[in-house]
């Protein structure tokens, strides 16, 4: 399907592409799609359990954003739970937090990316 929606743009005029999953937490983890990297994001309405319940995309993302933090002072959300079930899966794994709402965090995401851009343009590709 990405390969279809893809087939009439001009790829080489894009620095940057996201392919958001908007399904649940485990088809997302079963397929290459060719990604330079995996990044999960975690909001915090969907409980600190989901690194344990779905450990498939948290082992294959490289990142794992915290979402809408600004909501902390009203859900059950345990962030340091949340992390340390993240890593128990993933120990390498970076985890930012976010708030889309008040910016917070949105800083660290963009050097992330711009340092991830920067390691992807840098390695070789193989000649296989």
Not at 3 to 25: K, Q, T
Not at 58 to 66: A, D, G, H, P, Q
């Amino acid at each position: 399907m990405i390969e279809r929606g893809l087939a009439d743009w001009r790829l080489a005029d894009l620095d940057l592409l996201f392919i958001e999953n908007v399904g649940n937490l485990v088809c997302p983890s079963s397929y290459d799609l060719g990604e330079a990297a995996k990044v999960v994001i975690l909001s915090v309405t969907e409980g600190e359990d989901k690194p344990l319940k779905y450990p498939s995309i948290f082992f294959k993302s490289e990142l794992m954003v915290i979402n809408k933090t600004d909501l902390l002072p009203y859900v059950p959300f345990d962030l340091a739970a949340a992390e340390r079930n993240a890593r128990s899966v993933h120990p390498g794994m970076d985890i930012l937090r976010v708030s889309c709402s008040t910016g917070g965090g949105l800083d660290d995401w963009l050097v992330w990316l711009r340092e991830r851009r920067q390691r992807t343009l840098h390695t070789p590709v193989s000649a296989d």
